[in-house]
């Protein structure tokens, strides 16, 4: 897939993982929708990256609001690329120090974001690129989802957070099987340990043993890395259906 002159959306396209991927694919030649619901954030880098760059504030899981952006990324050209960074990951324990159950709801949110909200963008995005030009390859886009390495090690109180992405792992090869008629790859990035403003907020000795349990390099995932990997896989036709992860050979622990 060239990157010149495709339009990309990005959820979670504000800050962390996803703003890196936007300034990556900007810098490719793409034009880009930002789709956060932090405004202040959206519509700052949308500005700074001028020209062929919006923010349209998005609730992943609402279908008609995804199709708003959507739409709002066809008057730019051809969508091309979708890359899912949104996401949530509260912890809790399935029965909690006093007895009680997971929170029900909690655990509903949860899996509305990071599954339905990926799978709603995913859907929503092919049905859209279904529609361009195929390139020579008979290519017509791909979309990128965030998976995490928790989806197959889950660390205690992340019963939730490990159920929404391993179900995004499980909808890739499908997916990928799904919309082969059309010409649109699916792929699945699960990353390790990263450096974002999830885990800015720890204490410097927090992030200091996270980064130590990481067997090389010793340190977090960078945002840009993840960019990095997005970038290789729009450009390498033959990556279709799989799952890479991305953690310096991290397992995770219990906890």
Known sequence: MDIQNAVALVTGGASGLGEATVRRLVAAGAKAVIVDLND???QALAEELGEGVVYVKTNVADPAAVDAAVEAARELGELRIA?????????????ARDGSPHDFDLYRKVIEVNLLGTFNVL???????SRNEPNADGERGVVINTASVAAIEG???QVAYSSSKGGVIGMTLPAARDLTSVGVRVMTIAPGTFDTPLLAGLPEKVRHSLAAGIPFPKRLGLPEEYAQLVQSIVENAYLNGEVIRLDGALRMAPR
């Open 155 to 157: 660390q205690i109180g």
């Open 40 to 42: 202040e954030r959206g």
């Open 83 to 95: 890359v899912s960074c949104a996401g949530i990951g509260p912890a809790a324990k399935t029965v």
């Open 123 to 129: 859907s929503r995005c092919a049905a859209a690129m």
